[in-house]
């Protein structure tokens, strides 16, 4: 081989399609690696290590791969910040790297792959979510895993790949459970295009035997837990805890999560695969959005439920985008000034996703932009988004709780139970009290309940956000301890932590009336 040759093929090999998604999906790693760590560790993470403490088949108010994937991931790289939201970094960049491979399948050359990896690595909700530990970071990944996967069957007539759709679903199920809502979607879409003929096939029997084995624990989990889930789900619809949307807008806060310059790039993709020429081929994906927008709608699902199907939609749009341009020469000038528009965006907007202020700063900034914080449920107050509030204040409020903790006589301690209203300041207990020489928490709420209140009596209870009314006439005595809120935490966490003496019925005997799903 010449010296030509080999210098051609070394350059193709670098600058390739393939290479340039690599390049995006190491660009979202690296953006995680060095932001993940700037305030503190956020409620659900807490609520999470607990899980992975007391493994099993499923929980309460979520699917079961959260708690390995927190166990797991403390067992490898530890308790640091950057340790365990190391796999949701990860997940981002496979989140781009599937968007660029998707895009490639379209037909998409170096623009439309630029276009749709720049979407998704710079909307600040995959910024938000992919920066802690949670099944919202891996949702994406299982979903568009399966999109990639219906692109190779239709595209290449290879129906055996409905296998890796059968296992990408049934992980995706041990995710979480609106997978469900997703495969339902993608079914109908199919049935009503003419790719149903890829539905009638020994694979797509395989498939789902696939992803119904791997899904099959957390089932006999539920019956054995009387479908907790359902039952937990009703509370949260009978109770009002989230907050529900209009139609209009749910949709715009889907423009608004995924960042409104990106929006034309999505919406060119939903028109691309309704009804383009060529993108025809692949309308089940278009009618697969449009019913789970819909199921969203009618269920007053959270904004953010449907993030995960949009890298597909971008992946078509730069298709599309990418192809307009190539047609109309006079519009050339967008292939340079569309991206830096998407970029500069992006670093105005990073501020509100990504911890790269100091928190005092981010407020002054906030106020500069008028951004008001959005809430998702409406119990939430505080002056961050619940996503930075819900960082701050927990070691604190662990280190009043051990104060009064410590007062105690050393006989005492023993029988003493520390109890938590909510998951987060459980899992505060259980992740910060070691160090303060604290026992494990016990709480009502979610999984807490199912863990039950072990040992203890209820002859000392220290409780954590509780009525001073209602503790009387539950405790022969009660004694206010110490005053909790941080000034940038959540509103619902300012309140008294109590000492409480001489529960006056057994706390085994009265635990089942205490249960608090929602």
Known sequence: MTDTAIKSSFENRWTSPLALICYFAALKILIHFVFNSGYGYFRDELYFFACGEHLDWGYVDHAPLIGFAAKISRAIFGDSLFAIRFFSAVAGALKVLLTGLMARELGGKRFAIIIACLCVLLAPSYLVIDNMLSMNAFEPVFWMGCVYSLMLIINRNEPRYWIVFGLLAGAGLMNKHSMLFFGVAIVVGLLFTNARSFLFNRWLLIGGAIAFLIFLPNIIWQWRHDWATIELLKNVKATGKNVELSPFDFILRQILGLSPIAAPVWIAGLFYFLFDGEGKRFRALGVTYLILLLIMILLSGKDYYL????????????????????????????????????????????????????????????????????????????????????????????????????????????????????????????????????????????????????????????????????????????????????????????????????????????????????
């Open 307 to 518: 993030f995960p199907i949009y890298p597909m939609l971008f992946a078509g749009g730069g298709m599309f985008v990418e192809r307009l341009l190539e047609n109309r020469k006079r519009l050339g000038w967008l292939k340079i000034a569309y991206p830096v528009l998407l970029v500069v965006t992006a670093l105005i907007l990073m501020p509100l996703a990504l911890p790269v202020l100091p928190v005092e700063k981010l407020i002054a900034y906030q106020n500069f932009l008028g951004f008001k914080p959005p809430k998702s449920e409406v119990g939430h107050t505080g002056p961050l988004p619940q996503y930075f509030g819900d960082q701050f204040g927990w070691e604190e409020m662990v280190e009043k709780v051990a104060r009064a903790y410590n007062k105690l006589l050393p006989e005492e301690k023993s029988k003493t139970a520390i109890y938590g209203s909510n998951y987060g300041e459980a899992g505060a207990i259980d992740f910060f009290g070691a160090k303060y020489g604290l026992p494990k928490a016990i709480s009502p709420h979610q999984s807490y309940f199912l863990w039950g209140p072990r040992d203890y009596t209820g002859e000392i209870v220290i409780v954590l956000q509780g009525e001073r009314e209602e503790l009387e006439q539950q405790f022969n005595s009660v004694e206010e301890a110490e005053k909790v809120g941080h000034p940038y935490g959540m509103g619902e966490e300012h309140y008294t932590i109590f000492v409480c003496r001489g529960l006056k019925q057994p706390l085994g005997g009265l635990w089942q009336k205490l249960k608090h799903w929602n």
